[in-house]
C-alpha cells in the first residue's frame, strides 16, 4: 500500500536548527504535492504560528493541513476551515490563572496573533514569541481575568525546568482528569483540554480526508510526537528525536540538520532522489 500523507512536525523535524526547511527537503516535499500526495503540519505551536512554513510549502495551493496547539485544532489550508476544534471551556479560565500564581510561575495564552502574558521578560514566553513571530503582550492579573473571557486553545506555564518539574505534579492533580497537563519542553507546562494529542485528532483528520491509517507516515522528535509516531502506518522518528520516540518508531532517519525528512518522503513516497530547483 502508498502512502498518501505525510504528518511533520515542526521543530527538530521539519526545519532544521536555524528553524528553516532544508532545499533538499522542501523540494521532495513538494514533488510529493505535485503528485497528490498530502502535507500536514502538526506542531504545539498557535495556528498563526504555522503558518509561514504552510506559505512557503503552498499547503493552500496543494490542499494541506494545519494541526495547531498538539491537536487543538486542525484548519484545511485551501478554505482556511476547522476541520476539527476542541477548547479550554471558559470556566476553567480562572482556576488556571490562579494555579500559575499559587505556584509562582509565569504564564500565556493566545489571542489571535497575539500571545498573551504575564511577563513580557520572561525568557521564556521570548521564546515562544520568537518561534511563532507572534507579538507578547504583556496584561496585569486584574486584567487578565477580565480579558480572558472567551474558550482559548491552551494556556502555557513557563520556567526553569528543574522548578516546573515540582509544578507539574501538582497542577495534575489540581486540574483532573477532564484537563491533559504535560511539559512538552523542559520550561513550558502545557494545559490542554483532555483528549488533545497529535493521533486523536489525526483519526478525525482521516475520517474527513478518506485516507487509510495504514496511508499514513508520520515524523516527529519530542514527546508530543509519540502518540501520532506510534498511530501512523509508518511512525518515524528523527535521529535527534528523544529515546521513548525512537524505541516506538518503525524507521528512524536522518536528523533535522541532514534532511531528515526529505530521504522519508524520497524513500517511502517518492521513486528516489528529487533534483533540488
Known amino acids: 500500500m502508498g502512502y498518501e500523507m505525510i504528518v511533520l512536525d515542526l521543530d527538530g523535524t521539519l526545519t532544521n536548527r536555524d528553524k528553516v526547511i532544508t532545499p533538499r527537503t522542501k523540494a521532495a516535499l513538494m514533488e510529493a504535492m505535485e503528485q497528490g500526495k498530502k502535507v500536514v503540519l ?41 476541520v476539527f476544534s476542541r477548547m479550554l471551556p471558559v470556566e476553567a479560565n480562572h482556576r488556571i490563572i490562579e494555579l500559575a500564581l499559587k505556584n509562582r510561575v509565569d504564564f500565556l495564552t493566545y489571542d489571535g496573533e497575539v500571545i498573551l502574558t504575564s511577563n513580557e521578560e520572561n525568557p521564556y514566553a521570548k521564546i515562544e514569541s520568537g518561534i511563532n513571530h507572534l507579538r507578547l503582550h504583556q496584561l496585569e492579573i486584574d486584567e487578565f481575568f477580565a480579558r480572558v473571557d472567551f474558550a482559548v486553545p491552551k494556556f502555557l506555564f513557563v520556567d526553569d525546568g528543574d522548578y516546573l518539574a515540582s509544578v507539574e505534579p501538582k497542577v495534575k492533580a489540581a486540574l483532573g482528569k477532564n484537563f491533559s497537563v504535560y511539559r512538552s519542553e523542559p520550561y513550558f507546562l502545557e494545559i490542554l483540554p483532555q483528549g488533545v494529542d497529535k493521533a486523536q485528532s489525526l483519526e478525525r483528520l482521516l475520517e474527513v480526508t478518506g485516507i487509510k491509517r495504514e496511508e499514513m507516515i508520520a515524523c516527529g522528535d519530542g514527546y508530543n510526537d509519540l502518540s501520532m509516531i506510534k498511530f501512523a502506518g509508518l511512525g518515524v522518528a528523527m535521529e535527534n528525536g528523544v529515546l521513548p520516540v525512537r524505541k516506538a518508531a518503525d524507521y528512524i532517519t536522518a536528523s533535522n540538520n541532514e534532511d531528515g525528512v526529505g530521504l522519508v518522503v524520497e524513500k517511502f513516497m517518492l521513486d528516489g532522489e528529487v533534483q533540488e530547483a
Open 42 to 82: 502538526a506542531s504545539g505551536r498557535p495556528t498563526y504560528g504555522v503558518m509561514p512554513l504552510a506559505r512557503e510549502l503552498k499547503l493552500a495551493e496543494y490542499g494541506g493541513y494545519i494541526l495547531a496547539y498538539n491537536g487543538g485544532v486542525i484548519m484545511d489550508c485551501q478554505t482556511e476551515e476547522l
